[in-house]
């Protein structure tokens, strides 16, 4: 094939008012407007919603009672039938297989339109009526243009007073003046992954020959929003990275990897579980090379995450750099501090000031809570360099401390610390004059893999989609009635007995804070005196001072108080092994992700544990979210589900760049292999060039439907 003239762009499209279609004049043009289609390219992505398959042509004798067809007949007689309120047009056709009638209500004009003698197309179903063969209110075309054909249905707006057919009208139009669409992928791409070009992609989409043709179309188109996300995401990453210069984590990278790793591996009372083998793998991979790794680590709760920090963790400080691990609050902050010390306290990393050149390996804590001497005292040592590890909240990232020799930076259950923030401690970095540091983000509410590949496109994702062996699933019932209600409490009641703990999570209260707390404090009350009578009850809730909330976070782990009540500040992290009941009130208030995350505060030990979300008989969305938690206790399959029900809006932001080009592309399961070709044609086009110099016409795609390139920095 010649190649022939390079082609329309969409850049050029979106640069045309849709006025200067011949069949856009100033009212339509305002009409469309309405619609949010000013220009011609908003026209021809303005896509059909369904086809109409006009195609079969049949004989009047063949008509099947039900089954929509164009027949070709001939008006025999026509007549107005004068009825109570309504005006009724009877007309009889006939083709030379037989005769039917055909019958418009409130349509007196077909008398001018279909005078006796005229040959014309009629579309509508086949009715019997009392016997009678006829069609009701058919469409009608007398040039026969509508007719044998596929004839796509467009979102019409009565508000806007723009109907489908005119839509069809203008689309036609701008796709005979438009004539071939450049193609921004290579024919090479496009037959590998069976792709259409451009040209015929908006051709099938509006106007398909086949059915398959649309449907081809639409793959094309949708993967060409794929890949322009994907193209955007990988261009903010190398904007991003250019020129960084990262920590090589030369222990990683060491003939048998870290001696450190190993020895922390090696004191384990457990094996690692095969995802977490492959993380620390990865990780560690990363860490040796000289680019900043930023790597986002899914895993359930419970997956044993704090584990594969540690090992990161344990390889940087042999290499004498410094790593911080930021929890989302200072409760988390603790917990974390304590099990570091407990997996890292007794390994030893090499000091030439100290006495044998080696000393203990120090994890520090650096919260807000921190006596002002220690705090000073502790900020020495991080300069100093004889911290290894210090945890705390996002404080710890603040230009009042110095940290000289940062290598790694862990932030757990946040994974929106995204390119912003990133930015920032590369720019802090750099002005000191320092290497930009690996970047590990976890979190227990994972993304769904498609989504995170897009939204998320600028890091690497790693699973741990493997439980520690020996963990028993939580069962998880929805109980509606009270008296199925009574279950949970008896169940609490059984497990305080054998020493276990509970948590009872409150109804969430419309403006939180200060009412949530107080209806808490209620329900406890009320829970005293009926349901749990005779336990000990703790109150947790966010309008607590910190030292309170620490004494009943205390209470409760010593069985002191053996049941929680709390608001979902227990949500986030709360690690008492002891506790296997968690009861969820009103549970048809929260999220997927919510229940999920309240329910992984139980089931953390060996023993047996449960989940129950009382909540009255629901329907739609809120009845399939309980069901999906009974059903599964998978956190991966319910990111799944969160997103199917939610949509899109759930992974990417209201002012995420590119969310309103997605058309036709969804995050969705079902477009997960479209997601994965449109990656990988991205990664090859865009290779090492921000700039897109190879790839002009995509460059300006790109830049036109998603916003420009000034917007690279500072964003997400
Ligand atoms: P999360 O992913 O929720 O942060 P943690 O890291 O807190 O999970 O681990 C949960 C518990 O599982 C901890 O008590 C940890 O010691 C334990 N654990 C981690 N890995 C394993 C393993 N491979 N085998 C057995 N227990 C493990
Ligand atoms: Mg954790």
Known sequence: MVEGPPGR???????????????????RQRRLAEMGVTSVLDLLTTYPLRY??????????????????????????????????????????ADSSGALTVTFFNQRFRLRQLPEGTEALFYGPLQVFRGRRQLTNPQVDLEGRRSGRIAPQYPASE??????????????????????????????????????????????IHRPERLRDAALARRRLAFDELLRLQVDVLRRRLVLEAGTRGVVHRAAAAPGGSALVRELLARLPFALTGAQERAIDQVLADMARPRPMHRL???????????????????????????????????????????????????????????????????????????AGQRRQ????????????????????????????????????????????????????????????????????????????????????????????????????????????????????????????????????????????????????????AELAGIPLGLLHGQLPADEKEAALAAFAEGRTPVLVATTVVEVGVDVPEATVMVVEDAGQFGIAQLHQLRGRVGRSARPSWCYLLASELTGETRTRLEALEATTDGFALAEIDLELRGEGTVLGTRQRGRSDLKLASLRRKHRGLVAQARAVAEDLVGEDPDLTAQPLLRDEVDCLLGGTGAYLGTG
């Open 9 to 27: 762009r969409l850049s050029q499209l979106a640069r045309l008012e849709v006025g200067v279609l011949q069949g856009c004049g100033p009212v």
């Open 52 to 93: 109409r398959d006009q195609r079969r042509l049949a004989q009047v004798a063949e008509l099947v009672p039900g089954e929509a067809a164009w027949v070709r007949a001939v008006v025999r007689r026509a007549r107005l039938v004068p009825s109570r309120g309504r005006q009724r047009v009877e007309l009889v056709v």
């Open 159 to 204: 508000r806007a007073g723009v109907a489908s057919w005119e839509i069809a009208q203008l689309v036609e139009e701008a796709l005979d003046r438009a004539g071939r669409f450049a193609d921004p992928v290579p024919e090479a791409w496009r037959s590998r992954l069976g792709l259409v070009d451009r040209t015929q992609a908006f051709s099938g």
């Open 297 to 371: 680590l899914q895993g359930d709760v419970g997956s044993g995450k704090t584990l594969v920090a540690a090992a990161a963790l344990a390889c940087c400080a042999e290499g004498g750099y410094q790593g911080v691990l930021l929890a989302p609050t200072e409760v988390l902050a603790e917990q974390h501090h304590r099990s570091l010390l407990r997996l890292l306290g007794e390994l030893e990393v090499e000091d030439p000031g100290a006495l044998g050149g080696r000393r203990p390996l120090a994890v520090g804590l650096l919260t807000g809570r921190l006596p």
């Open 378 to 529: 502790l900020l020495e040592r991080l300069e100093a360099g004889q911290l290894d590890v210090v945890v705390g909240t996002h404080a710890v990232l603040t230009p009042a401390v110095e940290l000289p020799r940062l290598g790694l930076v862990v932030v757990d259950e946040q994974h929106r610390f995204g390119v912003a923030q990133r930015a920032e401690l590369r720019a802090r970095q750099e002005a000191a004059g320092r290497a930009v540091p690996d970047l590990l983000v976890m979190t227990a509410t994972p993304i769904p893999r498609t989504a995170a590949m897009t939204v998320l496109g600028d890091l690497e994702v790693t699973e741990l989609d493997e439980l520690p062996p020996g963990r028993q699933p939580v069962e998880t019932r929805w109980l509606r009635t009270p008296s199925e209600q009574a279950e949970a409490w008896e169940r609490v009641r059984q497990e305080v007995a054998k020493g276990h703990r509970a948590y009872v999570v409150c109804p969430l209260v419309a403006d939180g804070g200060a009412k949530e707390a107080k209806a808490a404090a209620a329900e406890r009350e009320r829970l005293a005196s």
